[in-house]
């Protein structure tokens, strides 16, 4: 038998090298972080610089002596600093040049009292003429301590600290495997590799990720629950790698409990098992289960003996199948600390999951920018889902995507292609469980009482009484939450967890057309509108086409909408979107007629004009011929007004005002706002400047609106030189304006003298948006 290298001696000895340019700056920082976490043991907190809005970002703490040596020379205790520089280029040298701004910061930070010691972290080349020089220049600033740490101090720390890689595992995919594992692992890693260096490409550690590690080291036993598409596979997979590198564990992905049996080798006890889907991929399979309960003992005498074992699970078809596994017998499937939620996924983490699938995706740059506004509602979407991140950055999935906000909301919060996949694969009682809740609207009571017309649904989709009783239970806190619906507490029973579930599961019965009525019945206006299509040449991507003779039924709805929405900004888009996008001209024709009073209401109109619906809404209603003289005048006439009082330009370019207003109207409009905006400029800038608010925005960010109109006029009057020298004096008075507002606040507080001009969500903790970058090449 040949003797296998010692662990620890790698296949390929010599100097690593790791991609480090190929991190986003928001990665390279994340990974500058855990050096500083996992490598020097020190506490830190970060900081947005205030004159970069913390570009490169920082890190700043009290050093404490680590207990053991930490790969630089001593730090002495006190304050530092920790400053990163990363470059998208490979190969590249820092220059003293390139921190000509950080030699001025440090000198502030060190008048702080914050920098006794400073740390530059980079994944460029230094070379030793400007390490010294950049030395010099920071012991000159007062700095007590300087360490100038390189790219390849970088690639040499992850080579010889496996703990690192395993909080970073996206550097298994960075570099050269021969270069950190020995040759046993080695083989096996690259051929696990194969598949998973995309998804290491684009993985974040995450508190679920960190919990499993934990109980995989501490435990040997992973159960890794969730929702479909909440990432359980791919951490399982990472942890493969992880166990690979940092225990020695020979991966195996055994597809059951008989896979596991074939596999497992009492004389090789360093093996990592993983199983997807172990008790039924869709639905609980219950022979997959009676065979884990068979083996139980065995996984249990291999975990004991080295090896460690892990398995994925949908949440609710775990829950049926825990009632078969004898928990008694094995306390550890019973112990919280093995259980892993995998939907457990924060803010910060969420934001880098988009960044990746976005960054690393093959989305044309066009797109990214055209998608950059909105990644952060898209990382707050609720229920967020990886996977739907995934499919955003990929162009086959979002050929027809509408690049706004409303569109790319609904991608991530209603995947209906995605939740339709998930249904279809249901069996007949999970399916007629479901369609019993949604044909019941709010709640389907407990205990169940079928009447003529559920029992019709039920022998529609195949599902039996006692099967739908049985799925009930385990479709509960998954797809169902059971108890009193908001509004009557007498009652309790099942009712979608979650209103997109209930949505997508809608998509689903849609394509039945014998189940259509059921869709109209029993649902809210807000489920319906965005689902629907009362279109009789149709629309793509819409889920169900209304025939004419239901046509009533929606007008119905809409009559609520508008009665539920009167304030409601937010629930009002979602029927204008409805009435101007998916309704032919006989349908709005009824509508007119059954509600002419909307329709005057749709002409009340307020700024600003490229976010309101009710233009677009008008302008579709024109195109069918139902726009009257009198309600023309009305549009005319609102529109004059706020194209001066706000001021709004966006009846100059928006398509909406090229079918509402004819080229003389246009032309009208226009002289109408060269003559009056110039001489009442200065009272619209002074009621502007009154409704500032600086706890709500920074004046660049509030004035932004007003200076984006202006620019709008300027366009539009670019042939009329006395009314572009006009607009233009409005422009230098806003920045004045702004530059006022500034001063004023910096004298009220000094500590907050910040340049404005790149907007972060405030709680983003870098003050950048991780997102700056996701349209560069």
């Given at each position: 038998?040949?003797?296998?290298?010692?662990?620890?001696?790698?296949?390929?000895?010599?100097?690593?090298?790791?991609?480090?340019?190929?991190l986003?700056?928001?990665?390279?920082?994340?990974?500058?972080?855990?050096?500083?976490?996992?490598?020097?043991?020190?506490?830190?907190?970060?900081?947005?610089?205030?004159?970069?809005?913390?570009?490169?970002?920082?890190?700043?703490?009290?050093?404490?002596?680590?207990?053991?040596?930490?790969?630089?020379?001593?730090?002495?205790?006190?304050p530092?600093?920790?400053?990163?520089?990363?470059?998208?280029?490979?190969?590249?040298?820092l220059?003293?040049?390139?921190?000509?701004?950080?030699?001025?910061?440090?000198?502030?930070?060190?008048n702080?009292?914050?920098?006794?010691?400073?740390?530059?972290?980079t994944?460029?080349?230094?070379?030793?003429?400007?390490?010294?020089?950049?030395?010099?220049?920071?012991?000159?600033?007062?700095?007590?301590?300087?360490?100038?740490?390189?790219?390849?101090?970088?690639?040499?720390?992850?080579?010889?600290?496996?703990?690192?890689?395993?909080?970073?595992?996206?550097?298994?995919?960075?570099?050269?495997?021969?270069?950190?594992?020995?040759?046993?692992?080695?083989?096996?890693g690259?051929?696990?590799?194969?598949?998973?260096?995309?998804?290491?490409?684009?993985?974040?550690?995450?508190?679920?990720?960190?919990?499993?590690?934990?109980?995989?080291?501490?435990?040997?036993?992973?159960?890794?629950?969730g929702?479909?598409g909440?990432?359980?596979?791919?951490?399982?997979?990472?942890?493969?790698?992880?166990?690979?590198?940092?225990?020695?564990?020979?991966?195996v992905?055994?597809?059951?409990?008989?896979?596991?049996e074939?596999?497992?080798?009492?004389?090789?006890?360093?093996?990592?098992?993983?199983i997807?889907?172990?008790?039924?991929?869709?639905r609980?399979?219950?022979?997959?289960?009676?065979?884990?309960?068979?083996?139980?003992?065995?996984?249990?005498?291999a975990?004991?003996?080295g090896?460690?074992?892990?398995?994925?699970?949908?949440?609710y078809?775990?829950?049926?199948a825990?009632?078969?596994?004898?928990?008694?017998?094995?306390?550890?499937?019973?112990?919280?600390?093995?259980?892993?939620?995998?939907?457990?996924?924060s803010?910060?983490?969420?934001?880098?999951?988009?960044?990746?699938?976005?960054?690393?995706?093959?989305?044309?740059?066009?797109?990214?920018?055209?998608?950059?506004?909105?990644?952060?509602?898209?990382?707050?979407?609720?229920?967020?889902?990886?996977?739907?991140?995934?499919?955003?950055?990929?162009?086959?999935?979002?050929?027809?995507l509408?690049?706004?906000?409303?569109?790319?909301?609904?991608?991530?919060?209603?995947?209906?292609?995605?939740?339709?996949?998930?249904?279809?694969?249901?069996?007949?009682?999970?399916?007629?469980?479901?369609?019993?809740?949604?044909?019941?609207?709010?709640?389907?009571?407990?205990?169940?009482?079928?009447?003529?017309?559920?029992?019709?649904?039920?022998?529609?989709?195949?599902?039996?009484?006692?099967?739908?009783?049985?799925?009930?239970?385990?479709?509960?806190?998954?797809?169902?939450?059971?108890?009193?619906?908001?509004?009557?507490?007498?009652?309790?029973?099942?009712?979608?967890?979650?209103?997109t579930?209930?949505?997508?599961?809608?998509?689903?019965?849609?394509?039945?057309?014998?189940?259509?009525?059921?869709?109209?019945?029993?649902?809210?206006?807000?489920?319906?509108?965005?689902?629907?299509?009362?279109?009789?040449?149709?629309?793509?991507?819409?889920?169900?086409?209304?025939?004419?003779?239901?046509?009533?039924?929606?007008?119905?709805?809409?009559r609520?909408?508008?009665?539920?929405?009167?304030?409601?900004?937010?629930?009002?888009?979602?029927?204008?979107?409805?009435?101007?996008?998916?309704?032919?001209?006989?349908?709005?024709?009824?509508?007119a007629?059954?509600?002419?009073?909307?329709?005057?209401?749709?002409?009340?109109?307020?700024?600003?004009?490229?976010?309101?619906?009710?233009?677009?809404?008008?302008?579709?209603l024109?195109?069918?011929?139902?726009?009257?003289?009198?309600?023309?005048?009305?549009?005319?006439?609102?529109?004059?007004?706020?194209?001066?009082?706000?001021?709004?330009?966006?009846?100059?370019?928006?398509?909406?005002?090229?079918?509402?207003?004819?080229?003389?109207?246009?032309?009208?409009?226009?002289?109408?706002?060269?003559?009056?905006l110039?001489?009442?400029?200065?009272?619209?800038?002074?009621?502007?400047?009154?409704?500032?608010?600086?706890?709500?925005?920074?004046?660049?960010?509030?004035?932004?609106?007003l200076?984006?109109?202006?620019?709008?006029?300027?366009?539009?009057?670019?042939?009329?030189?006395?009314?572009?020298?006009?607009?233009?004096?409005?422009?230098?008075?806003?920045?004045?304006?702004i530059?006022?507002?500034?001063?004023?606040?910096?004298?009220?507080?000094?500590?907050?003298?910040a340049?404005?001009?790149?907007?972060?969500?405030?709680?983003a903790?870098?003050?950048?948006?991780?997102?700056?970058?996701?349209?560069?090449?």
């Open positions: 038998m040949t003797d296998h290298p010692r662990k620890g001696t790698v296949a390929a000895p010599g100097s690593p090298d790791f991609a480090l340019h190929t986003g700056w928001r990665a390279f920082q994340d990974l500058c972080a855990a050096v500083l976490r996992e490598v020097w043991a020190q506490s830190v907190h970060t900081f947005a610089d205030s004159n970069d809005g913390g570009r490169d970002g920082a890190f700043y703490g009290t050093w404490r002596q680590p207990p053991d040596p930490i790969g630089v020379q001593d730090v002495p205790d006190g530092f600093v920790l400053q990163c520089k990363h470059t998208k280029k490979a190969d590249t040298t220059t003293p040049s390139d921190l000509s701004d950080e030699f001025a910061k440090a000198r502030a930070l060190v702080r009292g914050l920098c006794g010691s400073y740390v530059l972290l994944n460029a080349r230094v070379s030793g003429t400007s390490e010294a020089t950049i030395r010099q220049q920071l012991l000159d600033a007062g700095v007590g301590h300087v360490q100038v740490l390189d790219g390849q101090w970088i690639c040499d720390t992850i080579a010889t600290r496996q703990r690192l890689r395993t909080f970073v595992p996206r550097v298994y995919g960075l570099g050269d495997l021969s270069q950190i594992l020995d040759e046993r692992a080695y083989t096996q690259k051929a696990l590799l194969g598949h998973l260096r995309d998804k290491l490409a684009t993985f974040v550690v995450t508190d679920a990720y960190r919990h499993a590690v934990q109980a995989a080291e501490e435990h040997g036993f992973v159960l890794l629950l929702e479909p909440v990432g359980k596979s791919v951490i399982a997979e990472t942890l493969a790698m992880t166990a690979l590198d940092r225990w020695g564990c020979l991966p992905q055994a597809h059951d409990a008989d896979g596991f074939r596999h497992w080798n009492p004389l090789e006890p360093d093996q990592f098992f993983w997807d889907d172990a008790f039924g991929s869709v609980h399979e219950r022979h997959l289960t009676d065979n884990w309960v068979r083996r139980m003992q065995k996984v249990m005498v975990v004991r003996s090896a460690k074992v892990v398995l994925t699970s949908r949440d078809i775990y829950r049926d825990r009632r078969y596994l004898r928990e008694y017998a094995y306390p550890l499937l019973n112990e919280q600390q093995v259980v892993v939620d995998a939907t457990q996924i803010p910060e983490e969420r934001r880098q999951i988009v960044y990746n699938h976005i960054k690393l995706g093959d989305q044309p740059r066009e797109v990214r920018s055209s998608l950059k506004p909105h990644l952060h509602d898209a990382a707050d979407a609720d229920p967020f889902y990886p996977e739907a991140a995934r499919r955003l950055g990929l162009q086959a999935f979002t050929r027809r509408h690049l706004n906000g409303r569109g790319i909301a609904d991608f991530m919060t209603r995947p209906s292609d995605y939740l339709r996949a998930i249904y279809n694969e249901l069996g007949p009682d999970e399916k007629t469980a479901l369609a019993l809740i949604y044909q019941a609207g709010e709640c389907l009571p407990s205990p169940l009482d079928l009447d003529a017309a559920q029992h019709d649904v039920a022998n529609r989709l195949g599902g039996t009484i006692a099967g739908v009783n049985q799925v009930l239970q385990t479709l509960t806190d998954t797809f169902l939450t059971f108890g009193s619906p908001p509004s009557n507490d007498t009652i309790t029973g099942w009712s979608f967890r979650h209103p579930l209930q949505e997508g599961f809608a998509a689903f019965l849609a394509t039945d057309p014998n189940l259509i009525r059921i869709f109209l019945a029993s649902q809210s206006w807000r489920t319906i509108l965005p689902r629907i299509d009362c279109n009789t040449g149709g629309q793509t991507g819409t889920l169900l086409r209304v025939p004419p003779s239901l046509y009533p039924r929606v007008i119905d709805l809409l609520t909408a508008d009665q539920e929405t009167r304030e409601n900004w937010a629930g009002q888009m979602v029927w204008h979107e409805f009435l101007a996008s998916r309704c032919s001209d006989g349908f709005l024709t009824l509508y007629q059954a509600q002419p009073d909307a329709v005057i209401r749709m002409t009340w109109f307020t700024s600003f004009l490229n976010v309101v619906d009710e233009p677009r809404v008008l302008a579709r024109q195109q069918a011929g139902l726009i009257s003289p009198a309600h023309h005048q009305l549009i005319i006439e609102r529109v004059a007004k706020l194209a001066v009082e706000s001021p709004d330009a966006g009846w100059t370019w928006l398509p909406e005002w090229k079918v509402l207003l004819t080229d003389a109207e246009r032309e009208q409009l226009l002289t109408h706002v060269k003559q009056q110039p001489s009442r400029f200065d009272q619209i800038l002074q009621d502007w400047r009154n409704n500032y608010n600086p706890d709500e925005t920074d004046p660049h960010t509030y004035f932004e609106e200076e984006i109109e202006l620019n709008s006029y300027q366009k539009a009057f670019a042939d009329d030189t006395d009314a572009v020298s006009a607009i233009e004096q409005a422009l230098e008075k806003t920045t004045e304006t530059w006022a507002i500034d001063d004023e606040y910096i004298l009220q507080d000094p500590k907050a003298a340049p404005h001009g790149h907007s972060a969500p405030a709680d903790p870098h003050g950048r948006s991780i997102f700056d970058d996701i349209d560069d090449d």
